[in-house]
């Protein structure tokens, strides 16, 4: 069942209740009316009769019937009964006797004052009349004709109201559910016009103020996200073809080179060693993509462990010196700092391979090739700032540099794939960690990682 007919179907519903409810309470609130309505003639009646024969000496029994028998405004089936004190009969319209009095149902109108009830067509009131000398026992009932009929006549308006609002509901209904689902069915025309290769569409919000514009603005937010996406990932195949075809290049034409003639040892040794630099810078390329591959994918949180930070600070600093003399790192860290601030949950060879990008990034792009590190924490975070003075970052090209083989464009000089700092960017988001990079061209650039410890 589509969404359409759901609608149509709750409003029959919901008004189905409505009108029943209704219908139920006006038809027993008239039921209660006519009755109470018959029962205060029924009394009226009894009592204008009761008094003519108790009280007017020249109206005996007879002659009361013979009035009530000629009374116009007897009601329909009228029976009036009247008892002393012993239970005797002193007047009576019931020669049929069509009502069934006994002593007990006397003796109950004497203790109650009043009684009402039902007695086939009858419906019957008891109650007690008194005078100077006695009191009475007065039973009249008669039948409601024309009460009833006015209950049936009613009865049957409501029946016929409820089936003609559930009519003018359906339809009602069925046109409103169309028009209220109108937008939602342009919307989802509109996105099946959308294709991979025109994802620059974006839905018409309308006004932008009910729910039909929020559902089409999250859907223009999330195509948004996906033209990014695709972006991002034909920009990244481009630039890593790229980055290995290079290097791929490279050695070709390197052996073909040597193929064209015999050369000496030292011509081959030269070749070989050049060969041998773009294979290491192959295999750089592809160990780092491979890491951001895993990183990007990171799901398993069994693989994080404790560890300590400051341990893997000193490790990273003694492998980038080993291979690069130059490098000048200094850790520092701060008093405040106890050792259960040092330890973190966290993948060890992930979290060394973002630290060494960082500080390798600040050494290779300062002119004194030093990083300064600072470790500091407080009762919930630890801080990891690296600091250098190097060449800096645009602010235009540091919204962009976590991006893959994304550089600024100030630092093509030096060389590098731009894989570093979206494999760095990559890990901290797996650690649940922050990243933020503060940069001024030619002043340096300030990288701080936030994580949460174990303390």
Not at 64 to 77: A, F, M, T, V, Y
Not at 203 to 227: S, V, W, Y
Request: glycine content about 4%; proline content about 2%; overall charge negative.
């Amino acid at each position: 069942m589509n969404i359409r007919n759901k609608l149509t179907l709750l409003f029959i519903v919901i008004v189905a209740i409505i009108i029943t409810i209704a219908s139920i309470s006006i038809y027993y609130s008239s039921a209660d009316y006519r009755q109470d309505d018959f029962y205060s003639r029924l009394m009226n009646k009894a009592i204008n009769t009761a008094k003519l024969l108790i009280e007017v000496d020249e109206v005996d029994a007879s002659l009361l019937r013979r009035i009530e028998r000629d009374n116009p405004l007897s009601l329909p089936k009228e029976k009036i009964i009247i008892y002393n004190y012993k239970n005797e009969i002193l007047f009576s319209t019931d020669e049929e006797r069509e009502l069934a009095i006994n002593n007990q149902l006397l003796d109950k109108i004497r203790l109650e004052d009043q009684v009402r009830f039902t007695q086939g067509e009858f419906e019957v009131l008891g109650f007690l009349f008194s005078d100077e000398f006695d009191r009475f026992v007065v039973v009249t009932g008669a039948t409601d004709i024309y009460g009833l009929k006015k209950l049936q006549n009613l009865r049957l308006i409501l029946i016929i109201v409820f089936c003609a609002s559930i009519v003018v509901v359906t339809f009602a209904g069925y046109v409103y559910a169309g028009r209220a689902l109108k937008p939602i069915s342009k919307v989802v025309a509109n996105v099946q016009d959308i294709s991979i290769s025109s994802l620059d569409v974006r839905l018409d919000e309308g006004n932008g103020k009910d729910e039909i514009a929020q559902l089409t603005h999250t859907f223009n937010e999330m195509l948004e996200r996906l033209e990014r996406a695709f972006k991002t990932q034909k920009n990244f195949i481009a630039n890593a073809s790229h980055e290995l075809r290079t290097p791929l290049t490279a050695i070709t034409g390197q052996l073909e080179v040597l193929l064209m003639k015999d050369r000496t040892t030292e011509e081959y040794k030269v070749a070989v060693q050049s060969i041998l630099e773009d294979i290491k810078n192959l295999n750089s390329i592809s160990n780092r993509l491979l890491l951001l591959a895993q990183a990007s994918n990171f799901e398993n949180e069994k693989q994080l462990e404790p560890l300590r930070i400051d341990e893997l600070l000193w490790q990273v600093r003694e492998e980038l010196i080993k291979h690069n003399r130059e490098y000048k790192i200094e850790i520092s860290l701060s008093v405040s700092v106890d050792d259960g601030h040092l330890s973190v949950m966290g993948d060890a060879q992930l979290l060394k391979t973002a630290i060494s990008n960082v500080i390798e990034n600040g050494c290779k792009y300062s002119q004194d090739h030093t990083v300064q590190v600072s470790l500091s924490a407080d009762e919930e975070f630890l801080l990891l700032k690296f600091k250098d003075t190097g060449i800096g970052i645009s602010p235009e090209d540091l919204k962009i540099v976590t991006e893959p083989f994304q550089r600024g464009k100030n630092a093509h000089k030096i060389k590098g794939h731009g894989i570093g700092l979206s494999l760095v960017s990559a890990i901290v988001k797996m650690h649940n960690a922050t990243l933020d990079i503060r940069s001024d061209l030619n002043q340096g650039t300030e990288v701080a990682i936030k994580m949460r410890h174990l303390a």
